[in-house]
């Protein structure tokens, strides 16, 4: 299976440039996102998908940068969006309304409004207050809107707490026993065609199982609901596709395998099929460059004190997660033990614990790897750090698709209390 490692042949190579003269152009830290292994991971997807009436619409959360959304635009990739600032990101990087669907809890009045006044493919609803919230601003629109219930099939997903979407006690979607009264009574929504289907069990899942599992389940009810008299013409299978964060630990499935077992537990669906993948799409293209600012020798521990910080990557101090973190040098070095830390002050800020890495001193560029998805897209200016660069590298080439945040970026809105008022 392809996997879209830095090194595209030489050391300290991806995707055509080398990595230590970028980063003698752009300081550190910044991500760096390469725009072929994005195509590739596109294009294994949509061959996978050969002959099947599916569109792939990615999870703009996982690496909102407009280059990226770009990218996708570009190679007919639609939008899986939660927010109308989301919306607003995919419409200017020139991804057309049809090809975008709305998920999430707690969609607002005005961002249902501004969804369906820009005419999106459909709405993933997920209460019945939503619903009916739906129901009444199409009607005040005059239009109709396209509906899908999120099932929520009661699987576990196998994946980390903070991640895991698809069990009855999470917040996502509605059981099967109320999506078949939600459908009973469709006939009395004037302005909402609820003809679709939705499951979302969770992100960086690694085995078939979970997938097979909710997708049986969204099948048999999808049989139930046609029997019934309740067309059913789209049907959205969600994100959620696992990829490598460890070498020779993570074993992601290849998208043939996945979407054999979409084939399969959907074998006899004539109607669209809906795809959010987010994290497959990104995460492997992407790297956080980082130097080492300095070597610590703590009572106990050596601490490699990094320039990148939880504000740049947030997976480890928030999920515990691995990412595989490799120098770029030439020269080979004995190995060493280290506790990787950033220099933001609280101990959540650590990128990895008694890591064996070749031994490194100040001044010296680190990759962390696998950081294209929910790294930038999570950023924050904790301690007020400002928000890295992200380039986009291109054969050889590379474009700075976000240039690092200034200071007064950082804090425009931001004023001194002046005009008090009383409320
Ligand atoms: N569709 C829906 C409705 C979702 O909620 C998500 C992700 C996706 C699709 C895309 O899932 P993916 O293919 O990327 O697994 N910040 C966490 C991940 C949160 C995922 C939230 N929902 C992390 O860094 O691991």
Redesign the pocket.
């Known amino acids: 299976q392809e996997t879209a490692r830095e090194t595209d042949g030489a050391p300290g190579m991806f995707d055509g440039v080398d990595l230590r003269r970028l980063a003698e152009r752009i300081a550190t830290p910044f991500h760096a996102y390469s725009a072929g292994a994005i195509h590739r991971r596109i294009d294994e997807l949509q061959a996978a998908l050969a002959g099947l009436d599916a569109t792939v619409c990615f999870?703009v959360?996982?690496n909102p940068n407009l280059a990226i959304l770009q990218l996708m635009a570009n190679a007919g990739v639609g939008a899986?969006i939660?927010s109308v600032g989301e919306l607003r990101r995919a419409l200017n990087a020139g991804i057309p309304a049809e090809r975008i669907v709305f998920?999430?809890v707690g969609k607002s009045a005005d961002e249902i409004a501004g969804a369906l006044n820009v005419g999106i493919m459909r709405f993933?609803v997920e209460s019945l207050d939503e619903l009916h919230t739906l129901q009444r601003l199409a009607k005040a629109q005059e239009v109709t809107a396209r509906a899908a219930v999120?099932i929520n099939p009661d699987v576990d997903a196998r994946t980390?707490a903070?991640?895991s979407?698809g069990k009855s006690e999470n917040k996502?979607g509605v059981s099967i026993d109320e999506a078949r009264r939600w459908f009973a009574e469709r006939k009395q929504l004037s302005h909402v065609q609820l003809d679709g289907l939705?499951v979302?069990i969770?992100?960086?899942?690694l085995s078939v199982e979970p997938f097979r599992l909710a997708l049986q389940r969204v099948a048999a009810f999808w049989q139930e609901l046609e029997r019934t008299g309740h067309p059913i013409n789209s049907i959205d299978v969600?994100?959620?596709?696992?990829v490598c964060y460890r070498a020779g630990v993570d074993r992601p499935l290849a998208a043939a395998d996945y979407v054999d077992v979409i084939r399969a537990a959907l074998a006899g669906y004539r109607g669209r099929l809906l795809l959010?993948?987010?994290?497959?799409?990104v995460a492997e293209a992407g790297v956080l460059l980082t130097r080492v600012l300095r070597v610590k020798e703590g009572a106990e521990r050596r601490f490699l004190v990094l320039d990148a910080a939880m504000n740049d990557l947030?997976?480890p101090s928030?999920?515990d997660?691995w990412h595989d973190i490799v120098p770029v040098a030439d020269t080979p070095r004995p190995p060493a033990t280290y506790d990787i830390v950033g220099p933001v002050c609280e101990t959540g800020d650590t990128f990895a614990r008694a890591r064996e890495l070749p031994e490194c001193s100040a001044g010296d560029l680190l990759l962390i790897r696998a950081t294209g998805?929910?790294g930038a897209s999570?950023a924050s200016t904790y301690n007020s750090r400002p928000l890295a660069a992200e380039v986009l590298l291109d054969q050889g080439r590379y474009a700075v698709v976000r240039r690092r945040q200034h200071f007064e970026e950082m804090i425009a809105g931001e004023q001194p209390a002046r005009n008090w008022e009383t409320a």
């Open positions: 999870a959360k996982a899986d939660v998920s999430g993933n999120r980390h903070k991640i979407t996502f939705h979302h969770g992100s960086q899942i969600g994100g959620g596709l696992g959010e993948p987010g994290r497959w799409l947030q997976r928030l999920y997660a998805a929910y999570m």
